[in-house]
């Protein structure tokens, strides 16, 4: 299978995986969005007409006609006088162009009621803190994997091994309380929460501002994370290390810089690009619980919000993101392992 052609199969399938997880979740939450937009279409006719000067005079039956008339109006105009099929389709259609309605309560800072427009307001700031974090962690967990690959039983070893059991037993929030109690508290370092000072400041100390009280949780999640990719990385080098082909270069003479850097890792590279890929889309979720505890605004805050004053429309509108994000995730590790392994594109899959 050539390249184009291989490209072409897993982008189709991606669309196609992607539609029907959509087309699923709609069936299961349907109910709930109808619901919502029934009360939003009750809500309008409650305002036009009979909360309306131009209907006082009307008797109570004429005003239910032309309820009835208006109520007629906007089933037709959203849907909901369709099959119950069609509207299943119509819901997972809107999902896939990201279409997502109006939220219940929630609002944007701008007084956005759309679901889009928050989501979509959220995610830079997760992006920022838990994106930013998780790069981090990649470059700090290879490049110490491969140190301490490069020199099994040594100290750096050991003490890599050692951090990493310890901070990977370790809650993130829980951590990140502590962080707060010792940082802010106690040595008064860092903010203890939030994104912004209020009042905010303006011109660049706006955004050395956000740096400030950004710096704590990302301490935090570094802390927490970055010795578990260490030690993946460790792990997965060591076995690549014991194969043939590494004996025989170092029996060559090859320059052990060149054979960890350009020959191992590329072996290696499969499963670490695997974790990669994985850990950067997933960023993109946020954490509820380590944005609770920071009082960070990012999406993992906006998941507990929606839940919490159940605003269904926001909550279906976040689980549609996370379900593109990791189908897309799959489509790239799916392209990407075509370009690191030759074989992959001339099988049947």
């Known amino acids: 299978m050539g390249l184009a052609k291989y490209v072409s199969y897993r982008v189709v399938n991606a669309l196609i995986i992607l539609f029907f997880v959509l087309l699923i979740t709609a069936f299961l939450m349907n109910k709930y969005m109808e619901d919502t ?56 259609y809107d999902a896939m162009t990201f279409n997502f309605g109006k939220a219940v309560t929630l609002r944007s800072s701008s007084g956005s009621s759309y679901v889009t427009d928050i989501i979509l307001e959220a995610l830079p700031r997760t992006i920022l803190l838990f994106t930013t974090a998780t790069i981090i962690n990649i470059i700090l967990g290879i490049f110490l994997g491969m140190k301490a690959a490069s020199n099994i039983g040594s100290l750096l070893d050991r003490s890599i091994s050692t951090f990493a ?14 962080f707060i109690l010792l940082f802010s508290y106690m040595l008064n370092l860092f903010p203890s929460g939030g994104m912004i000072s209020v009042p905010p400041p303006s011109g660049i100390m706006h955004y050395v501002d956000i740096l400030w009280h950004m710096a704590l949780p990302l301490i935090t999640i570094v802390f927490v994370s970055f010795g578990g990719w260490a030690y993946m990385t460790r ?23 060149k054979i960890l850097y350009g020959h191992v890792l590329r072996t290696a590279s499969p499963p670490i690009v695997t974790s990669i890929v994985l850990s950067i889309l997933g960023s993109l979720s946020g954490a509820i619980i380590t944005e609770a505890v920071f009082s960070w605004p990012g999406i993992g805050r906006l998941y507990w919000m929606a839940i919490s004053s159940g605003d269904m429309p926001v909550v279906l509108g976040l689980v549609y993101i996370t379900t593109f994000l990791y189908v897309f995730a799959v489509l790239i590790l799916d392209l990407v392992y075509g370009l690191l392994d030759p074989r992959v594109k001339v099988g049947t899959v």
């Open 37 to 92: 937009i029934k009360t939003d279409i009750e809500n309008r006719i409650q305002q036009e007409v009979y909360r309306n000067p131009k209907y006082a005079r009307l008797s109570t039956e004429q005003k239910e006609q032309i309820a009835a008339q208006k109520r007629a109006f906007y089933y037709a105009k959203y849907g909901l006088d369709q099959p119950y099929i069609i509207r299943v389709l119509y819901r997972a």
């Open 165 to 178: 059991m310890f901070t990977y037993s370790l809650p993130m929030w829980w951590t990140g309380i502590l």
């Open 235 to 257: 792990s997965i080098v060591t076995n690549v290390l014991t194969e043939d082909f590494v004996i025989t270069a170092k029996a060559k003479g090859v320059p052990e810089r």
